[in-house]
């Protein structure tokens, strides 16, 4: 199949990464995955602002249980110094083991500012970040990959060389969503692009990523792009088991998890106490639990009633009790429980400040204008 995945001196025998996603991929989440497979883990991003100041929500997001090894953190950010400040906490105070940096979020209100997907567009600051970052994390042996889009639009690729300048920084790994920022979510994934990343950085690992619904999505990706792992989102949503699918697939093996409903009520109990213990707060680990219950009954013989009941939880037992309601012999639905899952939505054309396709270098205006595309981030 694959050789094992290494980032750094980190290697995961299954070439599987779980994308970060922020309000999903907490401690609680990523405990449910591994406890189904091999990978790495990415916890949700923070700003590199919020880190320097040390806010107190940002320092919990880099946090991480005994048992998670390697940890893996992701950053955003739009400035060199402040990006290497925030790895310098991270790797210098001993919070993760391996650093992601994200340029691949679409949102309006970051693009608006040059922030996000819009960054590499401004190829000397892109590059001064990604220097800043592998800078700040060397000295910790820390390795850094770079998370990014395949550009703003067809018309403003940035991929191929934003993948090249990280190879030639010191970065150990790149991972490509093989959309543009004005794609968002919609439509599908153009792994062509990937393959032709694998072609252009040939000294550290290529990571596709976009699309694998399925243990089979990840392997015809690899076939298709040659890339030497996958970065696996929205399809583990409501759907931890996929991680031990991906283990035995590219172990060769061709058992797949098939959960009936009676597997899906413990796992989503499991999360409700995970996400309990995550935040300190039981309304609150529940009231975040809600946005995972349509994802996990995607499919299954579920009444509407039961579903808007679930939605509403409380309390453990409160949970408990609708849960207990369900028809645990309820079997596998099949495809129904399959295929796409989470966001998805249509293209948009991209927002950026005014004149920002005009040049390739970064004017004083847009300098300021950038500090404030970090300052009401929420992922990519
Ligand atoms: C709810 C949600 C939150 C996300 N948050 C982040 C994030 O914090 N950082 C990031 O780099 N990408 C983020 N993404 C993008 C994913 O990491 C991934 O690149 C994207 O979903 C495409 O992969 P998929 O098709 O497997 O879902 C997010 C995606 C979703 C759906």
């Given at each position: 199949?694959?050789?094992?995945?290494?980032?750094g001196?980190?290697?995961?025998?299954t070439?599987?990464?779980?994308?970060p996603?922020?309000?999903?991929t907490?401690?609680?989440?990523r405990?449910?995955?591994?406890?189904?497979?091999?990978g790495?883990?990415?916890?949700?991003?923070?700003?590199?602002?919020?880190?320097?100041?040390r806010?107190?929500?940002?320092?919990?997001i880099?946090?991480f249980?005994?048992?998670?090894?390697?940890?893996?953190?992701q950053v955003?950010?739009?400035?060199?110094a402040?990006?290497g400040?925030?790895?310098?906490?991270?790797a210098?105070?001993d919070?993760?083991?391996h650093?992601?940096?994200n340029?691949?979020c679409?949102?309006p209100?970051?693009?608006?500012?040059?922030?996000?997907?819009?960054?590499?567009?401004?190829?000397?600051?892109?590059?001064?970040?990604?220097d800043a970052?592998?800078r700040?994390?060397s000295?910790h042996?820390?390795?850094?990959?770079?998370k990014m889009r395949?550009?703003i639009d067809d018309?403003h690729?940035?991929y191929?060389?934003?993948?090249?300048?990280?190879?030639?920084?010191?970065?150990?790994?790149?991972?490509?969503?093989?959309r543009?920022?004005?794609?968002h979510?919609?439509?599908?994934?153009?792994w062509?692009?990937?393959k032709?990343?694998?072609?252009?950085v040939?000294?550290?690992?290529?990571?596709?990523?976009?699309?694998?619904?399925?243990?089979?999505d990840a392997?015809?990706?690899v076939a298709?792009?040659?890339?030497?792992?996958?970065?696996?989102g929205?399809?583990?949503?409501?759907?931890p088991?996929?991680f031990a699918?991906?283990t035995a697939?590219?172990?060769?093996r061709d058992?797949?998890?098939?959960?009936?409903?009676?597997?899906?009520?413990?796992?989503?109990y499991?999360?409700g106490?995970?996400?309990?213990?995550?935040?300190?707060?039981?309304g609150?680990g529940?009231?975040?639990?809600?946005?995972?219950?349509?994802?996990?009954?995607k499919?299954?013989?579920?009444?509407?009633?039961a579903r808007?009941?679930?939605?509403?939880?409380?309390?453990?037992a409160d949970?408990?009790?609708?849960?207990?309601?369900?028809?645990h012999?309820?079997?596998?639905?099949?495809?129904?429980a399959e295929?796409?899952?989470?966001?998805?939505?249509?293209?948009?054309?991209?927002?950026?400040?005014?004149g920002w396709?005009?040049?390739?270098?970064?004017?004083?205006?847009?300098?300021?204008?950038?500090?404030?595309?970090?300052?009401?981030?929420s992922g990519g």
């Amino acid at each position: 199949m694959l050789p094992p995945l290494r980032i750094g001196q980190h290697v995961s025998e299954t070439p599987v990464v779980l994308a970060p996603m922020a309000g999903v991929t907490n401690t609680a989440f990523r405990r449910l995955c591994r406890e189904q497979g091999d990978g790495f883990f990415v916890a949700e991003m923070v700003t590199s602002r919020a880190l320097v100041e040390r806010n107190d929500v940002s320092l919990r997001i880099v946090s991480f249980e005994d048992y998670e090894q390697p940890r893996s953190a992701q950053v955003y950010g739009v400035d060199p110094a402040t990006v290497g400040a925030a790895v310098s906490i991270i790797a210098g105070e001993d919070r993760a083991d391996h650093i992601d940096l994200n340029f691949g979020c679409p949102v309006p209100k970051v693009t608006r500012k040059g922030g996000g997907a819009a960054l590499p567009w401004k190829k000397e600051l892109y590059t001064r970040i990604v220097d800043a970052a592998v800078r700040a994390a060397s000295p910790h042996h820390v390795p850094v990959t770079v998370k990014m889009r395949m550009g703003i639009d067809d018309d403003h690729m940035t991929y191929l060389e934003a993948g090249k300048i990280a190879e030639d920084l010191g970065v150990s790994a790149v991972a490509l969503h093989a959309r543009t920022a004005a794609q968002h979510y919609s439509g599908q994934a153009r792994w062509d692009a990937i393959k032709n990343l694998k072609e252009h950085v040939t000294t550290i690992p290529v990571l596709g990523n976009g699309d694998i619904w399925s243990a089979e999505d990840a392997l015809n990706m690899v076939a298709h792009t040659g890339c030497d792992g996958v970065v696996v989102g929205r399809g583990c949503q409501g759907r931890p088991w996929l991680f031990a699918d991906l283990t035995a697939a590219f172990a060769g093996r061709d058992e797949r998890v098939t959960p009936g409903l009676g597997y899906v009520a413990e796992t989503i109990y499991r999360h409700g106490e995970y996400l309990v213990e995550f935040f300190g707060d039981e309304g609150r680990g529940l009231r975040d639990l809600r946005k995972h219950m349509a994802w996990y009954l995607k499919g299954y013989a579920v009444g509407g009633e039961a579903r808007q009941a679930l939605a509403l939880v409380d309390s453990l037992a409160d949970l408990r009790r609708k849960l207990d309601e369900l028809d645990h012999d309820a079997p596998y639905p099949g495809e129904a429980a399959e295929g796409q899952r989470g966001r998805a939505g249509s293209p948009k054309r991209p927002i950026l400040p005014y004149g920002w396709l005009d040049s390739r270098e970064l004017s004083d205006e847009f300098r300021i204008t950038l500090q404030e595309a970090e300052l009401s981030v929420s992922g990519g």
